[in-house]
């Protein structure tokens, strides 16, 4: 994790790996301070629910925003394929008819400017 600014860790009795680790464990996999203390547990790291309750709550904000920022963007680069082969093949429509997802709209706008765009669940 490489944050722009770090929160503070000095006098913490545990190494800033322990933390590290213990907070991306929280949000990374939604554990339960019960089953993360047994995971520190079973790695020789004897550490109370209620510190593990604390370091989430004083650091989860910070990691969370960090395991987001290298997730991938949802874009609408699959939507664009789908619908350059269905005009590909069946030619320029007068409708579309989608669900309401928003990755919809803006190949629909692009490609088909002319068609409707009817949005039904």
Same mark, same amino acid.
């Given at each position: 994790?490489?944050?722009?600014?770090?929160? *503070?860790?000095?006098?913490?009795?545990?190494?800033?790996?322990?933390?590290?680790?213990?907070?991306?464990?929280?949000?990374?996999? /939604?554990?339960?301070?019960?089953?993360?203390?047994?995971?520190?547990? %079973? *790695?020789? !790291?004897?550490?109370?629910?209620?510190?593990?309750?604390?370091? !989430?709550?004083?650091?989860?904000?910070?990691? /969370?925003?960090?395991?987001?920022?290298?997730?991938?963007?949802?874009?609408?680069?699959?939507?664009?394929?789908?619908?350059?082969?269905?005009?590909? %093949?069946?030619?320029?429509?007068?409708?579309?008819?989608?669900?309401?997802?928003?990755?919809?709209?803006?190949?629909?706008?692009? %490609?088909?400017?002319?068609?409707?765009? *009817?949005?039904?669940?």
């Amino acid at each position: 994790i490489n944050p722009p600014e770090k929160p *503070r860790f000095k006098g913490f009795r545990f190494p800033l790996e322990i933390v590290v680790y213990e907070v991306w464990v929280c949000h990374r996999f /939604a554990l339960s301070t019960a089953d993360v203390e047994e995971l520190l547990a %079973q *790695r020789g !790291v004897i550490v109370s629910r209620e510190t593990i309750w604390l370091w !989430v709550n004083r650091f989860g904000a910070h990691f /969370a925003a960090c395991i987001r920022r290298y997730r991938p963007r949802p874009n609408d680069k699959a939507a664009k394929r789908f619908m350059a082969r269905l005009i590909a %093949q069946f030619g320029q429509p007068r409708v579309f008819v989608t669900d309401k997802l928003r990755s919809y709209i803006k190949p629909i706008a692009h %490609q088909a400017p002319d068609a409707d765009h *009817r949005a039904h669940k």
